[in-house]
């Protein structure tokens, strides 16, 4: 069984340009909820996405917005990127229907000079 | 809203030593309660859960959580720490119903000295 998985493993942007980040869901998860990690901070949710729709969102900005594809996979885009945007990126699925329990990604590195 | 409190940021042990770590939540409904861990360069990994039954539940790594309604706690404890256990450790909650967020504690920090 092939675990969550997520890409790139690190990114350095500029402040201002954009950033797609990737995940693939755990086999026959099908929610998939994304969180960023600043240094020293717990997880926040940014929002999750059930049967390719966002179902519930955080309290980050429109900038911050995502994808669900029929085959469960993610992604993460955030536009105009900021300095506080730099932190670790998580992805986490889970099979809704069956269990509470989600299964994290190693995420992704983003660091934005 | 939700939200979680972890009441120790850091905490050194010697191995051996026994390990409680507070966490408190605050949301009026019906949770379930995690607590994660992430070592040194690894992702996250779920330590244990509770979702309903009994309070006292055991996950991995000799690790133990005892859920306390009346007092909104859901502690973590282990007898004795090994240095291996050396790591950051996040308690969670999500509410039953709707899309259900997890929101994380701060987290804390154990170092465990050989």
């Known amino acids: 069984e092939t675990g969550v998985t997520q890409s790139p493993t690190h990114l350095i942007k500029t402040r201002g340009q954009q950033v797609t980040l990737r995940c693939s869901s755990q086999?026959?998860?099908?929610?998939v909820s994304w969180y960023q990690q600043a240094l020293g901070q717990g997880p926040q949710f940014i929002f999750q996405?059930?049967?390719?729709?966002?179902?519930g969102r955080g309290n980050f900005p429109p900038r911050f917005s995502g994808l669900q594809f029929p085959n469960y996979s993610s992604e993460l885009n955030v536009n105009a990127l900021e300095l506080d945007d730099s932190a670790l990126y998580l992805c986490?699925?889970?099979?809704?229907?069956?269990?509470?329990?989600?299964?994290f990604g190693p995420g992704t590195r983003l660091t934005v000079t | 809203a939700q939200s979680v409190s972890q009441h120790n940021h850091h905490v050194i042990l010697s191995e051996a030593a026994s390990l409680e770590l507070g966490c408190n939540y605050s949301?009026?409904?019906?949770?379930?309660l995690f607590w994660y861990v992430q070592y040194p360069g690894q992702h996250l990994q779920l330590l244990l859960k509770?979702?309903?039954?009994?309070?006292l539940v055991k996950g991995i790594k000799g690790f133990e959580a005892e859920f306390i309604k009346s007092k909104f706690s859901f502690n973590l404890r282990k007898p004795s720490v090994q240095w291996s256990d050396t790591a950051e450790y996040f308690c969670?909650?999500?509410?039953?119903?709707?899309?259900?967020?997890?929101?994380f504690g701060t987290g804390t920090k154990l170092q465990v000295i050989p």
């Open positions: 986490a699925s889970r099979e809704r229907e069956k269990s509470y329990e989600q299964y």
């Open positions: 086999s026959g998860h099908n929610t």
């Open positions: 996405y059930y049967r390719e729709e966002e179902n």
């Open positions: 949301y009026g409904g019906t949770v379930n």
């Open positions: 509770y979702f309903s039954g009994d309070p």
């Open positions: 969670a909650v999500n509410a039953r119903g709707g899309y259900q967020k997890v929101t």
